[in-house]
C-alpha cells in the first residue's frame, strides 16, 4: 500500500539523466509510489534498459516507465522530451531536473572559457528551458512540482570545482524565482542539494582514498551518501506531502553543514 | 542497491513521542505517524485530551499496524518531561524519534516590553525543554545506534519580527540546537532537523487568520496564495523520520508555501 501522503498515483513525471546513480534512484522511486515515470539520458539504449528494469521491479498500480533519450544541452532535445512526454501520457506533473555536467577540474581563474560555458548551459539554461517548457501545462492544471538536483558545492567555496559550484548555486536561485513566478499556478520549485553520494559521476571522489577518509570524518553521521538517500527526500517533495513546500534547498549531507570545520 | 524495493516511508515498529500533540501540527504528525504504522505517544498539558485523541487515532487506524497512546506532559516540568519518556519506555522498551512541538509564546508585543518572567517562561518552554527531552532520549538512542530528533521551529526564528522577538529567538534556537546535536550525535546515527513552517492554521495562530480580511491578505502574500494546513507540514516531519531522511541531518526544512524565496512584489 502507498502511503496516503506520498502517492503518486495517477502522477506522470520526468527525470533527465535518470539511467544510472541519483536520476535513476528517483525514477524507481517515483514510479514505485506510482508514478508514470519518463527514464531520459544521452543513450537511447541506456534508457530502453532502465525504463524495462523499472517496469519489471519498481511499478506498483498502473504506473509505467517509459525511455526518451534527451541530451539536455541541446534545446530541441529537450523539447522532444516534454512533447513525446504529452503526446504519451498528455499531461506533466513532476519534472526532475538531475542530469548535470563537470567537464573540468582545477582553478576557476584558469578556466577555459568553453568549459564554463557548457557547465553554465547544461547546468542552469537547460533547466530553464525544461521548466519553461512543462511551465504551461502545469499552470493550465494549476499544480506541479519541479525539483532540480543541486549540490552542496553550490554552498561553500572549492578549489577544484569552482564553476560547477556557480552552476550548483544557480539552481538554488532558479527555485526560489520558479517560486515567485511559479507559485500563484500552485507549481513547487525546490532543490535538493547532496553532499558525496556514491555514483559514477563522483567516482573520482569517493575511490581516492585520502579523499574518502575525509568525507567519512567530515560527515558527523560517518559515510557518504546512497542514491536511495536521496530519492526519498525526492518522492516526499513531489507528493501531497510537498504541498506546501516551495522555494527551498533541502541539504541533503549526512549532516556536513551543520558540521563545517569540525575536523578541518 | 535494494533488490526488493525498500518501503520509503515506513514505521513499522518505530517508537515515537510527539509533544504537544492533541491539536494542530502535532496531532497531524502523531495521526500520519501512526499510520505508517508506528507507536506513538500523544501528549499535552491535558490527559484527558491526550486519551481522548489517542482513541481516536486508534479508531481510525482501523486494526492495521499502529498505536497510539496518552501520556500527559507539560513541557515546563522537568519531572514531567522525565516521566513522559520513562512511561514511554516502560510501555514500549525505547525511544525510536522524538519530535518536539510543544511551545509557547506567552507575550506579543516589542521586545522592549517583554516582562522578565514571560522572557523566561518563553526560553524555558521553548529551548530548555527541548534539551531536557533530547538528553533523556540520546542515551537509548546511543545504544542502538539509531534516532530521530525533530524540532518543530519557525520562520519566525529567520528573520525579525515585530512582536514576537523572544518566541522567534528561541526558534532561531532550535535551528541551532540540530546542528549541534548533529555535530555531538550523529556519528551514532542520530539524525536531528527542524522544520520552520509559516503560518500554518492551527489554534495557536487563529488570531493572525480567523479574521477574512486579513487572511485574505496574508494568503496573497504568500506566492503559493495560501496558507499552511497542518498535514503539510506534518507530512514533512513524518518523511524525515523515515528511511527516506536517513542521510538528512542538522538542517533546517522550511515549509512556507514560498514565503522566504521572494515576494510576488518586485524589490529592487
Ligand atoms: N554524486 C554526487 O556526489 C553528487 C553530489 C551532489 C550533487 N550531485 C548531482 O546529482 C545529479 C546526478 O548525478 P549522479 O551523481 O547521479 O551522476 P551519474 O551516476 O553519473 O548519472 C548521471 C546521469 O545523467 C546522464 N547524463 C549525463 N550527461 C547528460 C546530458 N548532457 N544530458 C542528459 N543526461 C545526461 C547519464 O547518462 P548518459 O551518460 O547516458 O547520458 C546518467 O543517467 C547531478 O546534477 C549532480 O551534479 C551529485
Ligand atoms: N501555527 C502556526 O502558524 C505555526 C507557525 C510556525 C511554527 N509553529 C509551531 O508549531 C508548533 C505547534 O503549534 P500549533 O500551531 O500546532 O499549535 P496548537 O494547534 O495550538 O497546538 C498546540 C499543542 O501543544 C499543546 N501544549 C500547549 N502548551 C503546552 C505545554 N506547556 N506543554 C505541553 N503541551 C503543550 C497543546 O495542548 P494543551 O493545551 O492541552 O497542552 C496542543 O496539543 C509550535 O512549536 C509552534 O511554535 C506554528
Avoid at chain 1, 225 to 240: F, N, R
Avoid at chain 2, 179 to 204: F, H, Q
Wanted: some cysteine; proline content about 4%; aromatic content about 4%.
Amino acid at each position: 500500500m502507498i502511503p496516503r501522503m506520498y502517492d503518486l498515483s495517477g502522477k506522470v513525471a520526468i527525470v533527465t539523466g535518470s539511467t544510472k546513480g541519483i536520476g535513476r534512484s528517483i525514477a524507481e522511486q517515483l514510479a514505485h509510489h506510482g508514478a508514470r515515470v519518463v527514464v531520459s539520458s544521452r543513450k537511447a539504449d541506456a534508457c530502453d534498459a532502465v525504463a524495462a528494469e523499472i517496469n519489471a521491479k519498481w511499478v506498483r498500480g498502473p504506473a509505467e516507465a517509459i525511455a526518451v533519450p534527451c541530451h539536455i544541452g541541446h534545446k530541441d532535445q529537450c523539447r522532444h522530451l516534454v512533447d513525446r512526454t504529452l503526446a504519451k501520457w498528455g499531461q506533466v506533473d513532476i519534472l526532475v531536473c538531475n542530469a548535470a555536467v563537470n567537464p573540468y577540474m582545477g582553478s576557476l581563474m584558469e578556466m577555459p572559457d568553453e568549459a564554463f560555458d557548457k557547465i553554465m548551459s547544461v547546468n542552469v539554461r537547460s533547466n530553464i528551458w525544461l521548466a519553461s517548457m512543462v511551465g504551461p501545462h502545469m499552470k493550465a492544471q494549476r499544480d506541479g512540482t519541479i525539483i532540480v538536483i543541486s549540490s552542496t558545492g553550490g554552498l561553500r567555496g572549492s578549489a577544484v570545482l569552482g564553476a560547477y559550484g556557480l552552476s550548483k548555486a544557480a539552481d538554488m536561485h532558479l527555485v526560489r524565482n520558479l517560486t515567485v513566478e511559479y507559485g500563484p499556478y500552485n507549481i513547487r520549485s525546490n532543490c535538493i542539494a547532496p553532499a558525496l553520494v556514491r555514483t559514477d559521476f563522483a567516482r573520482a571522489l569517493w575511490e581516492d582514498p585520502q579523499r574518502y577518509e575525509t568525507a567519512i570524518r567530515s560527515y558527523p553521521l560517518g559515510r557518504i551518501g546512497e542514491p536511495e538517500d536521496i530519492s526519498g527526500i525526492a518522492v516526499m517533495l513531489a507528493s501531497k506531502a510537498g504541498a506546501w513546500i516551495t522555494g527551498q534547498t533541502l541539504v541533503v549531507d549526512g549532516g556536513a553543514m551543520a558540521a563545517i570545520g569540525r575536523y578541518a | 542497491m535494494a533488490e526488493t524495493p525498500e518501503e520509503m516511508f515506513d514505521l513499522g515498529g518505530k517508537v515515537a513521542i510527539v509533544t504537544g500533540s492533541t491539536k494542530g501540527i502535532g496531532r497531524a504528525i502523531a495521526e500520519q505517524m501512526a499510520a505508517l504504522g508506528a507507536r506513538v505517544v500523544v501528549s499535552s498539558r491535558k490527559a484527558d485530551a491526550c486519551d481522548q485523541v489517542a482513541a481516536e487515532i486508534n479508531a481510525a487506524l482501523d486494526g492495521s499496524a499502529g498505536e497510539a497512546v496518552g501520556i500527559p506532559c507539560h513541557i515546563l516540568h522537568r519531572e514531567q518531561c522525565e516521566a513522559l519518556v520513562q512511561r514511554t519506555v516502560d510501555r514500549w522498551g525505547r525511544v525510536d524519534i522524538l519530535v518536539c512541538n510543544a511551545a509557547l509564546n506567552p507575550f506579543l508585543g516589542s521586545l522592549r516590553d517583554i516582562p522578565d518572567e514571560a522572557f523566561d517562561k518563553t526560553i524555558d518552554a521553548n529551548i530548555k525543554s527541548n534539551v531536557w527531552l533530547t538528553n533523556l532520549v540520546i542515551p537509548g538512542m546511543i545504544e542502538r545506534r539509531d534516532g530521530v530528533i525533530l524540532i518543530i521551529g519557525s520562520t519566525g526564528g529567520l528573520r525579525g519580527t515585530e512582536n514576537l522577538g523572544t518566541y522567534a529567538m528561541t526558534k532561531a534556537a532550535d535551528m541551532q540546537l540540530v546542528r549541534n546535536l548533529t555535530v555531538e550525535w550523529g556519528r551514532y546515527n542520530i539524525r536531528a532537523n527542524c522544520i520552520a513552517p509559516s503560518l500554518v492554521k492551527t489554534d495557536m495562530a487563529k488570531a493572525l487568520w480567523s479574521d477574512p480580511r486579513r487572511l485574505d491578505i496574508v494568503n496573497r502574500s504568500y506566492p503559493l496564495q495560501r496558507i499552511g494546513e497542518p498535514d503539510e507540514v506534518a507530512a514533512i516531519a513524518v518523511a524525515l523520520a523515515s528511511r527516506a531522511g536517513q542521510w538528512m541531518t542538522g538542517q533546517t526544512i522550511v515549509v512556507d508555501g514560498g514565503m522566504m524565496a521572494g515576494s510576488l512584489v518586485s524589490e529592487a
